[in-house]
């Protein structure tokens, strides 16, 4: 029988660290519906979530998956579900559904080839502006981008502590590659793993209004069962949680979801820069593109260009503050992506005409190779 808890170090995919950093982080419920190259999460989870005394259920589609997450939120459990492009797609709605009714949970999206059906079991990062925008209406997301096997692990670890912290759900954004590649991957004892679960309510409970913020902005979350009036719906709603149809109740509500993400960017937004002290050209890339552009800044640096790499961890919200600093001081950017330029408009939007902007990119299928960083750099540079 497997441990209930792993430690040491292990060889796995990124799919199956995914999995564990999950467990690590005190997952207890996974709601998915299989979808290549997403479904080793689901199949690791599956057997290993009752090791840890949780429960996993394959739900009739991802729509439904994503519900059932929700749902066990509420029931007061750390709940994750894993998808790729196509299950995505499905999950928007109630993608919007959990920001809307503050609902902390976990999804990861291991991209492939795309639209529709695409390249099932190649990788591409082509989803990047679906996670920021994909459901409607205006709102504000936390999304995370891994490099490596490790990363996943950890970077999962931290998703549902932002998650529980702000009471939102976040997105990992992550690929075939990440999910298919085998790394060797340390996960530590559980003491020296630092998890961050939902503040809960104090008080009378009769007084409690579950939308009412405390002073960084979250409500306090009680689960459902523990005595406290919860009323959770996806109108617009006052801090009882009732429907509130009007446009003050709208702008009231508002400013609180959009807020407690926007007023702790500090927190949230995550970078990682290698020779950016002396860089003249700065390459933007995150995922499994940053592991291609590390390799490119290094083969420039022999070449006598003094480039640098900064590599985006956390996409959304986008570092634009940091971006806007660098185009100050730089000769120009290049933004390094599996897809036409996503992230690349945002770069551009940031820099705006301070200083040129170039995309390496491709429809997806293949990793971007150094050479082809170091072509489009010596050609624009």
């Known amino acids: 029988m497997k441990p209930a808890v792993l430690t040491g170090e292990y060889f796995m995919t990124g799919d199956v660290a995914c999995a564990e950093g999950a467990m690590a982080a005190g ?70 559904l959990g920001i809307c009714t503050e609902t902390p949970c976990v999804i990861v999206n ?48 931290t998703a549902f502590n932002l998650s529980e912290a702000y009471r939102i759900p976040v997105v990992i954004m992550t690929d075939e590659i990440i999910g298919h590649m085998s790394e060797k991957v340390i ?45 959770v719906t996806g109108l617009t709603h006052d801090e009882k949680g ?30 990682e820069g290698y020779l950016l002290e002396d860089a003249e050209i700065v390459i933007v890339s995150y995922g499994v593109s940053a592991r291609t552009s590390f390799a490119a800044v290094g083969e420039a640096r022999a070449m006598g260009i ?31 992506e599996i897809n036409l330029g996503q992230i690349h408009r945002e770069v551009q939007r940031c820099v705006g005409y301070r200083t040129p902007a170039y995309l390496v990119g491709h429809h997806g299928g293949t990793v971007i190779t150094p050479d082809q960083v170091l072509s489009v750099l010596k050609e624009a540079f």
């Open 110 to 157: 291991v991209q492939r080839g795309g639209p529709s059906t695409g390249l099932p079991t190649m990788g591409a990062q082509s989803d990047m502006m679906q996670a920021r925008w994909g459901s409607h209406g205006d709102y504000e997301i936390i999304v995370m981008s891994p490099s490596s096997c490790q990363e996943i692990f950890y970077q999962t670890i």
């Open 187 to 231: 996960i530590p004892r559980a003491k020296e793993i630092q998890t961050v679960s939902r503040v809960k309510p104090k008080g009378k409970k009769e007084n409690f209004k579950p939308f009412k913020p405390g002073p960084n902005g979250v409500a306090p979350m009680p689960a459902a069962g523990e005595g406290y009036n919860v009323h």
């Open 27 to 96: 997952c207890l419920f996974f709601g998915g519906y299989p979808i290549t190259p997403a479904t080793e999460i689901a199949e690791h989870m599956s057997g290993r979530l009752p090791d840890v005394g949780g429960t996993y259920i394959q739900m009739e589609d991802e729509i439904a998956a994503i519900a059932s997450v929700l749902g066990a939120s509420w029931a007061g459990v750390k709940s994750m579900t894993a998808t790729s492009g196509p299950g995505f797609s499905l999950m928007m709605e109630n993608l919007g």
């Open 242 to 271: 009732y429907p509130a149809m009007a446009v003050e109740a709208q702008e009231e509500m508002m400013k609180r979801l959009i807020g407690k993400v926007r007023n702790n960017l500090d927190d949230i937004i995550k970078t």
């Open 306 to 336: 003094k480039a640098g790499l900064l590599r985006l961890i956390t996409i959304w919200p986008f570092p634009e503050e940091q971006i806007k600093e660098l185009a100050e001081k730089v000769k120009g950017f290049i933004t390094v």
